[in-house]
């Protein structure tokens, strides 16, 4: 049985018989033997395999080239060479597949442009293979996080007939030819349905019922645009927590960010190094920044005065009762406070229904967390738990509360205060790694005018 090319360079003492199985990343030819560098995409290093002329299967060296996948046994023995401990002598080789001089992955820089075109490929390079062993590592962590603090994990669906947010931006479900309004109760499901924007709605009802609650999973937005942050799909982290009020919600997300920043450095050392080297120099002390530094929280309010006072001239208009921007977001945290910020208690019109009305009648309770290098990567609030407040906020928001009608019922039957917060895997996953482009960092990227894969 073969052993990952990882736990073989991590070899304590030699082994007297291995096998390696991998793709060829380079072959070099000297008079009677050839050097093999060969990777399973198990770690970033790669292992050197030395194959004299003479061995079983040498004779097809000539196939073995970059990207050809190969099976190899023999001793695994102390290197002489410098900058790599271990090295395997040959007894054995087998070509397992051959490539060819268009294989597109050869040894020299490619764009990530070009890369995002053979996105079936790209795995195989050395960044996004540690892009990618980073964001599996960080998907255990996230339901690591939550299962040792008693969160129940709940399958929301990805088929809604609920608007979350309000915006309208959702892909339709349908069966229907023609007019598909025309009879919306001839449908598949006898409604109109969407592509789920968030597992929020459908989450707080199991929070109502087994107390702290998080969801993982995919969500779609509709929303044409082909910022290097925005995606058509993407995966969300949403929490939620019965008899939780905002100051509990802030808490929460602000430990979630510490735990998965501390988990990166100390869980994916080798890829976050290449980050480092090739991507994000300032990586590492963002992280340790994020990690070693309490969270400032500010008002709403108060963060629009500062950045009104800071005489910086921002590309979007600073004005009470708009959205901050990244740049807004990025001042406040690497330039004002030097430390990470949670922004709480936004006005009551730019933020969805279900957020509760402070007692001023003008802001929710809502909170978004910023961080240095990207902005904003939480955002939640207290739910509104009061029915009447609830059915006052929807009218105010110009949504039907029959449309609604099963989460109007948990305000109804033994409501109780409760707050989450969503967080975009895929954003996250930008702040740990550095990777400035969503379409790095997710395996397939889903944006306006593209789904080739």
């Known amino acids: 049985m073969r052993t990952l090319i990882k736990h073989l360079l991590a070899s304590t003492e030699p082994r007297e018989a291995v096998t ?107 960044l996004y293979g540690a892009v990618f062993r980073v964001r599996s590592r960080l998907a255990y962590a996230v339901h690591q996080f939550f299962q040792e603090r008693d969160f129940v994990y709940v399958h929301t669906p990805i088929i809604t007939a609920s608007d979350c947010e309000g915006a309208g931006e959702m892909f339709r479900v349908t069966t229907l030819k023609g007019n598909i309004d025309e009879k919306p109760e001839a449908d598949f499901f006898g409604k109109r349905t969407y592509l789920t924007v968030s597992g929020q709605l459908e989450g707080e009802t199991f929070a109502c019922a087994l107390s702290n609650i998080y969801t993982f999973g995919p969500t779609f ?6 910022t290097a942050r925005h995606a058509a799909e993407f995966w969300m982290i949403e929490p939620e927590m019965a008899f939780c009020d905002l100051q509990g919600d802030m808490d929460l997300g602000e430990e979630f960010i510490k735990a998965m920043a501390r988990h990166a450095l100390e869980h994916c050392a080798e890829d976050l190094a290449l980050f480092g080297k090739f991507v994000d120099k300032a990586l590492h002390e963002r992280l340790r920044f994020v990690v070693e530094r309490p969270f400032v929280r500010v008002p709403y309010t108060e963060a629009i005065e500062i950045l009104r006072q800071s005489g910086r001239k921002f590309e979007y208009p600073v004005d009470y009762g708009l959205n901050l921007q990244s740049e807004h977001e990025r001042f406040l945290t690497e330039e004002h406070f030097k ?13 969805p229904f279900y957020m509760r009305l402070n007692d001023d ?93």
């Not at 199985?21 to 290093?45: M, Q």
């Not at 937005?221 to 082909?226: F, G, I, P």
């Not at 996953?429 to 400035?436: I, Y």
């Open 221 to 226: 937005r509709a929303e044409n645009s082909n």
């Open 20 to 126: 390696a199985k991998g793709w060829v990343r380079t072959r070099r030819d000297s008079k009677g033997f050839s050097f093999l560098e060969i990777n399973d995409g198990s770690c970033l290093a790669n292992l050197q395999v030395v194959v004299d002329a003479g061995t079983p299967g040498a004779d097809q060296l000539a196939h073995l080239n970059t990207g050809a996948s190969v099976a190899v046994e023999g001793p695994l023995v102390a290197s002489p060479a410098a900058g790599q401990k271990w090295e395997l002598r040959a007894r054995r080789v087998e070509l397992v597949g051959a490539t060819d001089s268009s294989y597109p992955l050869q040894k020299k820089g490619h764009t990530a442009e070009f890369l995002r075109t053979i996105a079936h490929l790209r795995p195989r390079s050395n």
């Open 361 to 453: 009648g003008k802001t929710v309770t809502a909170m978004d967390v910023l961080v240095p290098g990207i902005g904003e990567v939480i955002g939640g609030a207290q739910r509104e738990e009061r029915l009447e407040q609830l059915l006052d906020n929807m009218k105010f928001h110009k949504l039907a509360p029959e449309d609604y009608w099963w989460y109007v019922d948990l305000r109804r039957y033994g409501t109780v205060p409760h707050a989450g917060f969503g967080l975009g895997f895929e954003r996250l996953l930008m702040f740990l790694t550095g990777v400035s482009n969503i379409r790095d960092v997710i395996p397939f990227a889903r944006t306006p005018g593209n789904a080739e894969f």
């Open 339 to 351: 430390a990470p910020v949670t922004v709480y208690n936004y006005p009551r019109e730019i933020k």
